[in-house]
C-alpha cells in the first residue's frame, strides 16, 4: 500500500456521461497531480494542485476539471465522456521535501463504451 | 519542450543474462531523473533518484546512472521477478514539481 488511495479501481460508463475519480493523498502530502495512462500515449500530465490551489496544469481537456478540498482530496471530473477517454488515470502526491518524486496510488481504470 | 525518450520499447532477457535500459532526455534545466518500475494495472513504484552527472544508485539487481544526456539502467542476473514496465522521468526547472515520462521499456525474463 504506497498511501495514496483512489477510487474506485474500475469504471464502466457509456459515451456522453460524466464521472468523478477521487484520490486520498498519503498523510502530510500538500500536493497532488493527476495523470493519464493511455497504451498509446504512456504517462501524460493532466494538472497539480497543492494545498488547495491549482499549480500547473498540463494537456487537459476542457471537458475534464479537478479540485483539491481542503481535506487535501481530490477530485477529477470527467464529462461528455468519448471512447479515446477510455485509460488508466493515475492520482500521485507528495511534499516540497521528498525527494523521491512522487507516490502513485493504484489509478482508476475507465471504461468507456 | 522537454523530451524523454526509452528504448528499447521491449526487452526479452532469459533469466541471469545481464542487460541495460537506455533514457535519454532533452530537458531545459534539469532538476532530478528518476526511474520507476510499474507492473501491469498497478502504478508506478518508485526507484531511484538521480540528480547529477556521474551519479550512481543501486537497488538489488538494478544500478542506475547518470550523464549530461542520458541515464542507464542496468540489471545485473535478472529474475522472473524483474520482469515489468521500467518508466524514465525527469523533473526541470521550469516544470515545478511536474514529472515529464517516456514511453517505458517492458522487460520480460524467462525462466
Redesign the interface.
Known amino acids: 500500500d504506497?498511501g495514496?488511495t483512489q477510487t474506485p479501481k474500475h469504471l464502466i460508463t457509456a459515451t456522453g456521461q460524466r464521472v468523478t475519480l477521487r484520490c486520498s493523498p498519503r498523510s502530510g502530502d500538500l500536493?497532488v497531480?493527476w495523470y493519464q495512462q493511455s497504451l498509446d500515449q504512456?504517462?501524460?500530465?493532466l494538472i497539480?494542485y497543492?494545498n488547495g490551489e491549482e499549480?500547473?496544469k498540463?494537456n487537459i481537456l476542457e471537458r475534464f476539471s479537478a479540485q483539491q478540498f481542503p481535506d487535501l482530496h481530490s477530485e477529477l471530473n470527467l464529462s461528455s465522456l468519448e471512447l479515446g477517454d477510455s485509460a488508466?488515470y493515475?492520482c500521485?502526491s507528495?511534499n516540497s521535501r521528498d525527494?523521491?518524486?512522487?507516490?502513485?496510488?493504484?489509478?482508476t481504470?475507465l471504461t468507456v463504451v | 519542450e522537454d523530451q524523454v525518450t526509452q528504448s528499447p520499447e521491449a526487452l526479452r532477457l532469459q533469466e541471469g543474462e545481464s542487460s541495460s535500459l537506455n533514457c535519454s532526455y532533452t530537458v531545459s534545466g534539469l532538476r532530478g531523473l528518476f526511474w520507476y518500475r510499474q507492473d501491469p494495472g498497478k502504478g508506478p513504484e518508485f526507484l531511484f533518484t538521480l540528480y547529477s552527472a556521474g551519479e550512481e544508485k543501486e537497488k538489488e539487481r538494478l544500478k542506475a546512472t547518470l550523464t549530461k544526456k542520458e541515464s542507464f539502467l542496468h540489471i545485473t542476473a535478472p529474475k522472473p521477478e524483474d520482469s515489468a514496465t521500467y518508466l524514465c522521468a525527469v523533473r526541470t526547472i521550469q516544470g515545478a514539481q511536474k514529472l515529464v515520462f517516456g514511453q517505458g521499456t517492458r522487460l520480460t525474463i524467462n525462466p
Open positions: 504506497s495514496v500536493s497531480y504512456g504517462l501524460q500530465f497539480q497543492y499549480r500547473a498540463g488508466l493515475f500521485a507528495s525527494p523521491y518524486g512522487y507516490t502513485f496510488g493504484s489509478g481504470r
